[in-house]
């Protein structure tokens, strides 16, 4: 069981990879590659345990081909939930096989609530779990959480991220158009509210720093505006950023950059669909149907490619 | 299929069963009377099937005293999530047995995401799900979701309360310890900010209004002040509340009648510890451990009681 603090797992294993890319699996049986839906046992979408089979083939031949070029990958538990607890089971189950892998895990089940019940939540989502008709469950290794309740909706899962050696994303500042409605409300100091989320957000850090100087408790940071990434790096110096949607939501790299340090550490880019479907990109169309893992290969390591180039052009 | 509009149908349940109150069910193994953790099968504490089955066994009996009594049930998944996917298949056999039993259910899930996320979330946690292995499976009636990340987190799951007749309560105002931390951080126009989300609620539960004159895009109240909970009241005409934590967090019934209209409409006041573990309590000491379902039953009667008093005496 690993009990080294999580800030200081994830910037070994990007050091490691070299590339702070994370790989998004949120897979969507309509989208899945004909090679496997056309398989018996993963051919009938009114079958909830036809299209939960699929979809772990799907991801477990994707970790297969990540697992040496990505430190990580960002399971997004809602794909699972929608087929009720046999997803929640494929959930469950991916979580082990990346974790075997050699891959850091972290769960995007943004879990919120207070007192008791979070700590079921961080029981759920974020611990180890022994039972001895299940097994034992590795939980993953850090998961994605709302800040609304304020401390008491966060300290649950710390407490459990202290003890596990475990970490947390706390939704900062998301970069879908309506974020702004709540996130940038102006405070009465004139600042918004995301950068008085990210005052707690650096309080409620101090306590899991890493020997890295980072703390496990991250911060989930869309690419919305340069000036907001250069501004929140400054006000979160020891934060880990989980920057989600490059590719598919069109956040820009050349910004992203100025959240990382010299060593490469700040941040990690997560890539989802731009990356899984790339089979269905025309610019990976010379890759046949039977060969759509290698398409999302090759676009891994054209985003690696993209990644570096862009923090190598607006390093400081 | 109920289509007919979540706000009627709960105004509806409120008439019929002449009191507010509706009863959460957060069941936890270890506070289970032994009368049902010593059955085979329930027993062991190492085996998630059998805290599970206990857990249902549980709410089931309870779910048959309260049928008559109360309108709605809130259960709460975390408390079922915690047992990993034999958790969430007992969460879905609660929602239909309590359903069955013509109880409506609100679904305390507490989700939160944008775009095609958070319309995997809707179908996961609120719309009703017919898969050919699965069977059908009945939604809960309504929900709880966080407005973290305004209107695009919210009209994935509106969108799926119109089409199927069910409805969302959107947390606004909790009544943790911590949750001033960011719930009243104050605004440049000196209100705090659950002002500014009471605004954006407003809004979004306009295209949802039932003939009772209520939306069934409800909001989370805690009843933190008299003066919050007049002033939200005032703020959202048409919004019903959900009350939550009446006992075991310690609210105040008085403070909430401000909320109610002359029809006793305007919100529903939640009570889960203080009523499902009343065997526990000295005051219902009397009951002995195998009639812990009478003591149940006779703390709901003193709750609707202690409500019915307590906005008869606060009626305008």
Redesign the interface.
């Known amino acids: 069981m690993a009990t080294a603090n999580f800030a200081d797992r994830l910037l070994a294993a990007i050091d490691q990879r070299q590339t702070p890319l994370i790989l998004g699996l949120?897979p969507?049986y309509e989208k899945l590659p004909t090679a496997i839906t056309s398989r018996p046992g993963m051919n009938?979408s009114?079958?909830?345990?036809d299209?939960v089979s699929a979809m772990v083939e799907f991801c477990r031949q994707i970790i297969a081909v990540a697992a040496t070029h990505v430190p990580a990958v960002k399971i997004?538990s809602?794909?699972f939930?929608?087929?009720?607890?046999?997803?929640?089971?494929a959930y469950?189950r991916l979580v082990q096989e990346a974790r075997t892998a050699g891959l850091l895990v972290i769960g995007d089940v943004?879990?919120?609530?207070?007192?008791?019940?979070?700590e079921?939540?961080a029981?759920?989502?974020l611990a180890d779990?022994d039972?001895?008709?299940?097994g034992h469950?590795g939980g993953p290794d850090a998961i994605t959480i709302?800040?609304?309740?304020?401390?008491?909706?966060i300290k649950p899962f710390t407490d459990t991220a202290r003890k596990m050696g475990k970490g947390v994303f706390i939704?900062l500042r998301?970069s879908?158009?309506?974020?702004?409605?709540?996130?940038e409300?102006?405070?009465?100091d004139?600042r918004p509210?995301y950068q008085?989320?990210a005052d707690?957000i650096d309080s409620w850090g101090q306590g899991l720093m890493g020997a890295c100087g980072f703390s496990s408790v991250g911060a989930v940071v869309g690419a919305t505006t340069r000036d907001s990434l250069i501004h929140l790096r400054r006000a979160l110096p020891h934060t880990l950023f989980l920057i989600p949607g490059i590719g598919a939501q069109g956040g820009n790299l050349q910004d992203c950059a100025h959240v990382f340090d010299r060593a490469g550490h700040g941040a990690v880019i997560s890539a989802s669909r731009s990356i899984i479907f790339a089979y269905q990109d025309k610019k990976y169309a010379h890759f046949s149907d039977q060969q759509w893992s290698q398409a999302v290969l090759q676009s891994i390591l054209d985003t690696r490619s993209e990644i570096a180039a862009a923090l190598g052009e607006s390093s400081p």
Chains 1, 2 share one sequence.
């Open positions: 949120d969507v009938d009114t079958r909830a345990a299209c997004n809602a794909y939930e929608r087929y009720q607890w046999m997803g929640w089971q469950g943004k879990r919120a609530d207070i007192g008791h019940t979070a079921q939540y029981a759920a989502t779990s039972f001895s008709d299940l469950l709302n800040p609304y309740f304020g401390l008491d909706g939704l998301t879908n158009p309506s974020a702004g409605e709540i996130q409300i102006p405070a009465a004139k509210l008085h989320v707690l």
